[in-house]
């Protein structure tokens, strides 16, 4: 009975030992990773990356906040051209916004097609939006109102407003 304790005790401090051992060899593998990752430049590619893109959006949020006071001012005319021509211009920032999201396709249709309800919420409005504005730029007879004009700009609002390109209060 002594020697099973003994061999147990024994067996407790190799493994003691053992998991010791790997923690530090662990520890120098992946301290050489980071330094080939750093003389391989990796690192320094991967912040730039990070950098473009959080510059991009910047960008892409401050072209939209900008092409959006635009828009308002033509929804605050009382010309219809002006209210057309804001829903035509909501409806162009959409499909640039897609675009630099990464949707591909060559027109704002076949970019909407990739764009999921977990993406973007009013996804089906949107495409009741997008109808109305090829029915104006098709068919120049096709009447505006301000409320069809307000109604359809909010719901490409929402639509920044959830891919983060314009606040709450825009």
Known sequence: MNALIRFIDSLGRDIVLLKSLGVLLTLVFL??????????????????LAKDVLHSK?????????????????LASDSEASLKL?????DSLLDKALAAAGYRGTNMGERL???RRAELSNIEE???????RNDIAHEHETP???PIAERA???YAKAF??????????
Do not use: F, S
């Open 58 to 74: 910047k960008l892409i949020k401050k072209r939209t906040l900008k092409a959006w006071t635009q828009i308002k001012r033509h």
């Open 31 to 48: 301290g050489l990773a980071v330094i080939l990752a750093i003389r391989a430049g990796w690192i320094e590619r991967e912040l730039d």
């Open 144 to 146: 505006m109102t301000r």
């Open 113 to 115: 097609k990739q764009v």
């Open 161 to 170: 407003k959830e891919l983060g390109l314009l606040e709450e209060e825009e």
């Open 126 to 132: 949107i495409w009741t939006a997008h109808k109305l």
């Open 153 to 155: 700009i909010g719901i």
């Open 86 to 90: 804001a829903l035509i211009e909501a």
